[in-house]
């Protein structure tokens, strides 16, 4: 049990290291927590975006590089 307490006392530095890792995890959830936040906004507007645009048929179109220009 006393090396419990001494892993915990740190040395005598406890007062500044667990607060150190309290803001250190802190900080590191929130950026969790945004990165999360910002995919579903973004996954939200890519999804409204295809929606909005029209589709079109690939059957009969001849894409760049095909071979099929009149142009030549």
Known sequence: ????????????????????YAVALIVIGGLGVQSVRSLRVLRREVEAMEEDRPRRSRRGRAGPGSGTDDAG
């Not at 049990?1 to 290291?17: C, D, K, N, R, T």
């Open 1 to 20: 049990m006393a090396q419990i307490h001494e892993f915990l006392s740190m040395g005598g530095y406890a007062g500044f290291v667990w607060p150190a």
